[in-house]
Structures are given as structure tokens and as C-alpha cells.
């Protein structure tokens, strides 16, 4: 069964299902499929054969719906290679290979993991990174609502100490969501880490975020910051963080693809939260954050309400996209 089959049967099955993960996806990526695939659709009626306009104005599609420049041209070479093997002609036949394409270019032949590392022992320690004004402290609050869900005890550390507002705006997450919460304002972020981290080991404490601060601008300052953040939490528990999750705002596009790229370069980034999908037309990012900088998406976000932070999941993500199409 070729991958197009496979995903008429998902949509078919989710839909029958009515999944309420599903319908969260197919509303959330609204945008982006209205402006992508209503595009996409009416570029098969332009053209009906496959010619070289068709392709030039395919590519234009591709990277307006912020897949990335390289990506999309990675993309179009295997396109006109599968076009040219499969003696494909016309354009209706080509969505089906587009949609495999797009799946391969995500999945890229990894066995990628959306799952959290948890540990079965002892806390796990998860660091949250990311620029200011990414909705990283709202982020850190949903996955705090949603671990509570699940009966785990929370606790939240406020390491972006020098921030105004920093500090006491993550105060009223974790008093929202009951989760039990460390933090000064004002002083050494490393040492409220240190602290942070004894007062969450004597609370019993089974999942810790810890917040940074979201300064780029000087990336030498935020390296040794991170670093240092890092050798504390290691000291206190060893062998963590087990998590180090960078969010960033879906909406930004291609900036966001800049910053992927430069915190990877300032600490060992585990997995990516995509904010703001369902306010922006570029879902695009969730393929080219993934190609550009190699690092996969865990969590999406969809909405605001608490709820609407969601596992990334390729497939729903797909049906999201295309289930207008297939």
C-alpha cells in the first residue's frame, strides 16, 4: 500500500472516529490549508498537464507556505525525479505524490520519537528555551495542565529572573495549574536553579521545567548562562535535563527556522514546541524545521485554551492538511 492509500484510510478512519486530537488538527491548520491546498487545487485546474510553468509555480506555492527555500528545493528535485520515473502526466495524479513526498521529507527514514523522556525513577528535568514573546512561560503552563492531568506532581522553576514580570507571571501559572513553584527575581538564575531543584527533590516532585530567560541578542552571554544552568541541574540530578525543549512561535516563520538554528548551536536541543500554528497560514515550518535544522517537533499548539497543546503526530498533521484533498 502506497503512502497516499494509507493516508485516504486515516482520514477515513479519523473522520468515522470523529478524534477529537483529529479535529483539533483540521481546525488548527485551517489556515494553512485554505491558503496551501485551495492554492495547490487550483493550480490542477490551471494545468491540467504537467509542464515546466506548472513546476516554477508549484515551487513559488511551496515556499509561501514557509517550507523553506532549501527544503522545497530538495523537495521539487525528488518530485521531478518520481514525475519523470512514473511517466506521470497529469496533475491530479502528481497530489498523490506530493503527499508522499511531503510525509518522506519529515520522516526522512528516522525513527523519530514525539515522546518525553520519562524517567521511571527519580524527577525528570525539563528545560524550556526560546526568545521572548514566544509564549514559552503559557507553553510551559500547558504541559504543566497537562502532566497534572495525568497525575503528576508538578513543579515549576523560574530561572528568567531579570525580566520584569518574568518571575511572578510563571507564580500565577503554576498556582492555575497547581503545580508547586521556586523563584526570585533579580539575582544569579543559576543559583535559583540550585535552590529550585533541592526544593522540588524534597517536594517529590515527578516532572520540573525550569524557564530561562529568551536573550539572543548576545549569543556568547546566553551560551555561558545555558552552560553553566546546565552543569547545575546536572549536579543536582545527574544526567539531566532529559529534556531540553525550544519553543518557538509558528506565525514567525523562517525567523523561527533562525532561531532553531542558533540555539542548537548554544545547547543540545531535544525537540521543538510550535506555538501560534493555528493563527498562522505557513504550517509549512512544521517540514522545514525538520529538514533545516534536524530536530523534531514534540508539541504543537492549536489554540489557547489549556487544552490546545498537542503531541505533534505526522499523521494528523497530514489529515490535517490535505483531508480536503484526499
Do not use: C
Not at 552571554?221 to 546536572?234: F, G, Q
Request: hydrophobic content about 40%.
Amino acid at each position: 500500500m502506497g503512502l497516499f492509500d494509507k493516508f485516504k484510510k486515516i482520514i477515513v478512519k479519523k473522520e468515522e472516529a470523529k478524534e477529537e486530537v483529529s479535529q483539533k488538527y483540521d481546525k488548527g491548520l485551517s489556515k494553512t490549508r485554505d491558503e496551501f491546498v485551495s492554492k495547490l487545487s487550483l493550480l490542477g485546474i490551471k494545468y491540467t498537464k504537467i509542464n515546466e510553468e506548472y513546476f516554477e509555480e508549484l515551487e513559488n506555492l511551496l515556499i509561501s507556505a514557509d517550507i523553506g527555500v532549501n527544503t522545497v528545493f530538495k523537495f521539487m528535485d525528488r518530485i521531478r525525479s518520481r514525475v519523470s520515473k512514473e511517466k506521470i502526466e497529469d496533475t491530479n495524479s502528481l497530489t498523490e505524490v506530493i503527499v508522499d513526498e511531503l510525509f518522506i521529507t519529515y520522516v526522512n527514514n528516522e525513527n523519530i520519537t514525539t515522546k518525553i523522556n520519562i524517567q521511571k525513577e527519580g524527577p525528570t528535568v525539563i528545560l524550556m528555551v526560546g526568545v521572548n514573546g514566544v509564549g514559552k512561560t503559557t507553553t510551559i503552563a500547558k504541559l504543566a495542565n497537562k502532566y497534572k492531568k495525568e497525575n503528576k506532581k508538578i513543579f515549576l522553576i523560574a530561572g528568567d529572573t531579570f525580566r520584569a514580570g518574568a518571575v511572578e507571571q510563571l507564580k500565577i501559572w503554576a498556582d492555575k495549574t497547581s503545580s508547586s513553584f521556586y523563584g526570585k527575581e533579580n539575582i544569579d538564575p543559576a543559583g535559583v536553579i540550585y535552590d529550585g531543584l533541592n526544593h522540588a527533590l524534597e517536594d517529590k516532585a515527578d516532572i520540573i521545567f525550569i524557564d530561562t530567560a529568551g536573550r539572543l541578542q548576545n549569543k556568547v552571554n546566553l551560551m555561558k548562562e545555558l552552560e553553566k544552568i546546565n552543569r547545575v541541574i546536572d549536579k543536582v540530578i545527574p544526567s539531566s535535563p532529559h529534556e531540553v525543549l525550544l519553543v518557538i512561535d509558528a506565525s514567525t516563520g523562517q525567523n523561527g527556522i533562525m532561531q532553531a538554528k542558533a540555539f542548537k548551536e548554544i545547547t543540545n536541543i531535544t525537540g521543538i514546541v510550535l506555538t501560534k500554528l493555528d493563527g498562522t497560514a505557513k504550517g509549512g515550518i512544521v517540514l522545514a524545521i525538520k529538514e533545516e535544522v534536524g530536530i523534531p517537533v514534540k508539541f504543537i499548539g492549536l489554540g489557547e485554551a489549556m487544552d490546545d497543546l498537542e503531541t505533534f503526530d505526522i499523521e494528523d498533521y497530514i489529515y490535517g492538511l490535505f483531508k480536503d484533498m484526499i
